[in-house]
DNA sequence: ATGAAAGCGCTAACAA
DNA sequence: TTGTTAGCGCTTTCAT
């Protein structure tokens, strides 16, 4: 890239020093306005493009930031991505984002092309598969700001942003509770990860809290990829209870699962009440629109930002904020009401 | 960022010179087995890192590659990305993305942005508002291969990746046609953009072979926003015209459309039959299930990634490939069967 | 307010 | 096969 155009270019034609010329394009303070004026009219002119590599390599820093997440291609992702980039952008740093396809050994490799990259920081969204998270002892050990959002892991000064998931999974399931169920099934994500772990502990917990017993059979583990939709549609049919209520961890996953049983002619809400997680636009698609747990990914995505940014500028550090917790909140459609 | 350990570090531990370590750490094949090996392995033991910046400052590349679409947050959008992710990644370059949210200064800003990233190639799905293009010159003059994909511009010697789109719209308009639809609506997007002018020259074009009149009331231009639906709703049922079959140059907002409808007691498909276009995941979820045209989001994105690899790599020039058309295909469900 | 000069870490031409 | 050396373009300390 870079056809030409330095400030030693600039510094010759105008006659004054490269530093001068750095300093008026930098807007340094002990420069005088007309000179700074001319330097940029000339840059302008001239087409002039800071070289961020020399740049940077003189600064020993980037201006971007890494992103992994597990997949693109999911609509919380997109918004939450969304999020972070219109923040981050705003503040002039650059976004450089990669899938771990929920595969351990992709999130490393991405971690590690990510570090030689020269990110500022790195915000994370765990893989599902993830078990050993020594791919970020070189952040650490190189200070290089870690933040973790949905899919989180809990280091020290590394900030976390979620939901509050126990009580999310417990919102959800006391809906079920109300609207009537009793025989109540929770289908969730890789218990590996946290999100989905405490959104179990929820489940248990408002079933608990209401005198219903519990067993393994209650809980269905999946990997809510929607080509994979017989997995729950099987176990469901097939089971010797007779479920009357299920919580899935994902409304995507949900509203699939809703197409199926009706082929099945189970009747939703009627023989079996449905509450999804995320708020994902399909919930007001699908007939019966689906109950869910709104879960702000817009406004995570702009919190992540915002608080890397805050903490590259030297706003705020990290000891003291170590997790933001957003709320979350249930909303009751026709895929939980009583008939 | 780099908490140190560079060549020379190596290079004085090894006695050995910089140049050395470098040809090692880089497969330099004028290199013996043993010295490689005893640098390399050095280097893992002090966590040696290449600094991308002085490499890149040296070398004049920095194996990135920008990419700018409208938004991040749709599902086609998203599964591009994951396309391109995982094919230049598997390659060795990273990706920066950043959103124009359709509207021309972002992107002129990203442009520039990712220009001074220093970024190897620039893949580009344009915003709806953009009518001016200058932003793209200093990439040409650069010469940085720019490659466009669906929403395109047309540019010697920037290849563009599409699909057929007046053929698409054609085909999906003929369907309508076939299934005895006379009085047809087409809602299209912003039409400076070609990919929804193509599809209103294809439906217009399929109107005629089938003798059936056209005229400026056939035709509804809207954002695509699904919260801006009731534009279309007030438009088809305040209509002189009574519309038995729609064309929906989206399918999201298609599906939507369908809900609407549905609550001013229109029948789908009995009163009015409804065609989208892109094949997202919701027009299986709707009620009834959409008609559509596959467009090959994936494939878009691996292909796109593919080019400009294969571009960078030397592999192909764009002077001959200048225009990869891929295959659409029609897809009727049941929002157009006859009843 | 401006200039001179050193050097960030790497690669590659040239030499040996 | 390995070493020497000269920058890539920028920022910044120190001088002026």
Redesign the interface.
Known sequence: ???KVTIYDLATLLKVSPATVSRSLNNHPSISKKTKKRIVAAANEH?Y??????A??RK???N?IGVIVP?????F???I??GI??IV?RAGY??????S?EVENKEKK?AE????????ALLVSLANETTDFSHFD?YI????PLLFFDRVLDLPNSPTIIIDNRDAGYDATSHLIQQNCTNILHICGNLKRKVYKKRLEGFKSALETNGIAFNQQHVLEVDFD?KKIEVAVTYIVNSKIKFDGIFVSND?YA??LI?ELQKHQINIPKDIKIIGFNND??G????PNLSTIEYPG?KMGVLAGESIIAYLEGNINFQSTNSIVLRHELIARASTQNT
């Open positions: 890239m870079s056809k087409g493009h800071t070289n961020k590599f020399a940077n390599l020993q820093k980037s971007t997949r693109l291609d999911s609509y992702m997109s918004t991505l969304a980039e219109q952008s650059n976004l450089i984002i990669s899938q396809l991405n092309t990510l570090l030689n990259s020269g990110v500022d070189k050990s190189r200070k290089i929607p995507n509203a699939n197409k636009p399909v007001e698609i699908i007939s817009f």
